[in-house]
Nanobody
Framework: VQLQASGGGLVQAGGSLRLSCSAS????????MGWYREAPGKQREMVAS???????NYGDPVKGRFTISRDNAKNTVYLQMNSLEPEDTAAYYC?????????????????WGQGTQVTVSS
């Protein structure tokens, strides 16, 4: 199982970016998908998460500015980031809680994608 993230880059304050993360491999189902971020000198923090049913949860710093969504058929999660601020500068990591294989029997595993850098200039 692999998670591949993309969409980071450099943007001016007030601008927008859209991140994508696709899961591939032997996957039976994915329960929760989400995004975390890690800035230099800071702990990794939850940005947003979404269940297979579409229930969402956001970290306080991004509420009202970021929107998480997913395409279950494509095993892909998106993060639309609007009104970006310099404080949003960080490496963004996607994750997925999933059941591997073909039978549906087995524990949930958490997988992480590689980080994608978001840099917001003032």
């Amino acid at each position: 199982v692999q998670l591949q993230a993309s969409g980071g880059g450099l943007v001016q304050a007030g601008g927008s970016l859209r991140l994508s993360c696709s899961a591939s491999g032997s996957i039976f189902s994915i329960n929760v998908m989400g995004w975390y971020r890690e800035a230099p000198g800071k702990q990794r923090e939850m940005v947003a998460s979404i269940t297979s049913g579409g229930s969402t949860n956001y970290g306080d710093p991004v509420k009202g500015r970021f929107t998480i969504s997913r395409d279950n058929a494509k095993n892909t999660v998106y993060l639309q980031m609007n009104s970006l601020e310099p404080e949003d500068t960080a490496a963004y990591y996607c994750n997925a809680d999933l059941i591997r294989g073909t039978t549906g029997r087995g524990p949930n595993w958490r997988y992480w994608g590689q980080g994608t850098q978001v840099t917001v200039s003032s």
